[in-house]
């Protein structure tokens, strides 16, 4: 059928009331028909954000284990620490700062000035330009160890800690394993 008799067939079907309702009819399951196969599709820019949101989240948890052992291993050769144990919990994740352009219009009259700014991301093709990425902070450490009963143990490794994670002393635990 050549386009020329599929508009004449068009054209003579939407006189008809009959076939014009059934013309609509038709394309409105059609169309939902497509918003039912878009969620069959792959979603692009969510399934992509979700999947660095959970890299994220791992990255966060690997951040935060490696932390452990490493402040667990320092402690450890500590003298008088003895076998050691070490949890951090972490703020938030990691921040990425994203570069962006702003611009300033100034307008002035007589007797008033007034300046408005507009701010946008940069992109390198369809992916925003990383400014920097912030380690997550530190929010607690909690430590025990067999010399943790010794009140001069405690003192070194919450000062070990503190110069280690920037975490403030009230922020750090140290106490004595069990036996």
Do not use: F
């Not at 667990?72 to 070490?86: F, P």
């Not at 000035?113 to 369809?126: D, I, M």
């Amino acid at each position: 059928m050549t386009a020329k008799q599929s508009i004449a067939w068009l054209q003579a079907a939407w006189k008809d009331d009959k076939k014009r309702i059934n013309l609509l009819l038709v394309s409105g399951l059609a169309g939902m028909l497509l918003l039912c196969m878009s969620e069959w599709l792959p979603a692009g820019q969510s399934a992509q954000n979700a999947a660095q949101s959970s890299q994220q989240s791992q990255t966060t948890a690997e951040y935060e284990q490696q932390l452990e052992t490493r402040l667990a291993a320092l402690i450890r050769a500590m003298d008088g620490a003895g076998e050691t144990v070490v949890m951090v919990t972490l703020d938030c994740g990691e921040e990425t700062t994203y570069a962006a352009d702003t611009r300033t219009e100034k307008t002035s009259e007589d007797t008033r000035s007034s300046a408005a700014s507009q701010r946008t991301h940069l992109l390198a093709g369809a992916q925003p330009v990383v400014q920097s990425v912030q380690a997550p902070q530190v929010r607690g450490v909690a430590v025990l160890c067999q010399g943790g009963g010794n009140a001069g143990t405690q003192r070194r490794i919450t000062e070990l800690v503190s110069a280690l994670t920037g975490v403030g002393a009230s922020h750090i635990t140290v106490n004595k394993m069990q036996s």
